[in-house]
Nanobody, 115 residues
Framework: QAQLVESGGGLVQPGGSLRLSCAPS????????MGWYRQAPGKQRELVAS???????YYADSVKGRFTISRDSAKNTVYLQMNSLQPDDTAVYYC?????????WGQGTQVTVSS
């Protein structure tokens, strides 16, 4: 039973940066499309960024130019570098691994952007 574990969330001031990490407990993520989702209270879950096994990336318009998703096959880890953070970025961030027929989710990590 593979599981994803997120880390790196926390409290940061507007304009600050955080880097989120996502790694499985046992299996490799090499053949999965990896994604970062977020959900704020009272709002729908939204896809923030994703990266395919071949390195093709997608970003939501709200984070383009500020967030960068990457994957490190040697470390079997996916990252979300978040720069120029804004209060609207406050949410629980979830890591997702998807093969089209198999999907896994992390437990989520809280990101709070506030003065």
């Amino acid at each position: 039973q593979a599981q994803l574990v997120e880390s790196g969330g926390g409290l940061v001031q507007p304009g600050g940066s955080l880097r989120l990490s996502c790694a499985p407990s046992e299996s490799t993520i090499s053949y999965y499309t990896m994604g970062w989702y977020r959900q704020a209270p009272g709002k729908q879950r939204e896809l923030v960024a994703s990266i395919t096994s071949s390195g093709i990336t997608y970003y939501a318009d709200s984070v383009k130019g500020r967030f960068t998703i990457s994957r490190d096959s040697a470390k079997n880890t996916v990252y979300l570098q978040m720069n120029s953070l804004q209060p609207d970025d406050t949410a629980v961030y979830y890591c997702n691994a998807n093969r089209g027929y198999v999907e896994y989710w992390g437990q989520g990590t809280q990101v709070t952007v506030s003065s």
